[in-house]
């Protein structure tokens, strides 16, 4: 698949995978263009398109970064363009129609491993993709709850629409809520204009609430609306939206000690909690340890651009026995130090891991 970008500055926006082979064009005249099965255009050249001229399957005008008009977008439409990007959420692989083949050959969906565990998880995502029902994730950090989500949402019949994450630990309450459920024109001193929030931005496809129990108190009412009416009402807005939006909630926190404390509503939790994912951490699936650091040697190695790991066999038993609390995630950084550091020709030995690894495999 090949994808001519005009200007040649959108290409470092999209957010696609390196097997589709993208070109930079200076103008919609080129060679580059014509042989290209999807053009992306920013509006700024949209003077220069005439439709007769667009052999291509499907021209593509990025407008994310300007207040567009809704006449506006109709011109574009009736001048030849296939689709009219509104946000920069929408600057996917999937939001073009193109099928993400990243993860083919790394085991399920990017989930490595062939432990009993490992395979009841990709059993239960496979039946949980094909509804649109509410899922709540759980596990500890590093067990790789994002990466469920994202696989639920590929194997759904959403995966065209967006996927669109939130870390509601990372976004202070205030911001949070308008990130979120986005605002209108005039809703505070700073807001000249209308915004989308992503719930709305998610339309279509899936919302992924990662860290749910960081979630303030007043946003939980919020959400559980959502949950029970879908539908949104921007801050400042005395129209509520509909949305058609899956929810898939993720946290490494106790809910059940939470809802006792008063800290977490119980009707959010049972809103969220339709279908329930535990993911096992690394120490109960020790038989997965060698397929994954194969995966992390053959990945990160071609991320540096440097020799595969090889280890020997006690070395490898050294990994297995260690009970990795920061699980999967712990597991990938080690890798990645140790490809960057190891100076021997050979193999990894026992000796040549971190002590504090060896001490706890010999205990």
Known sequence: MKIAFVPGSLMGKWELPSYFHSIRAESLETDAVKSADIVVASDTCLPDIEPAKWPVRKLVIDAAETLTEATQVRDWLLNGARTVVLSPSERTASFLGLQDTRFQDTGFQGLVGNSPEMKELRELIRKVAATSATVLIRGESGTGKELVARAIHRLSPRNLRPFIPVNCAAIPETLLEDDLFGHVRGAFTDARADRKGKLEEADGGTLFLDEIGDMAPSLQVKLLRVLQEKEIQPIGSNRPKKVDVRIIAATAADLEAMI????????????????????????????DIPELVSHFSRVLSAKHGMPELRFTDAAMNALSKFPWQGNVREL?????????????NGPVDVDDLPHTLTMSASS
């Open 260 to 287: 006792k404390e008063k800290t977490f509503r119980e009707d959010l939790y049972f809103r969220l909690n339709v279908i329930p994912i535990f993911i096992p951490p690394l120490r109960e699936r020790g038989g």
């Open 332 to 344: 990938e950084h080690l890798m990645e130090r140790m490809l960057v550091l190891f100076d021997g």
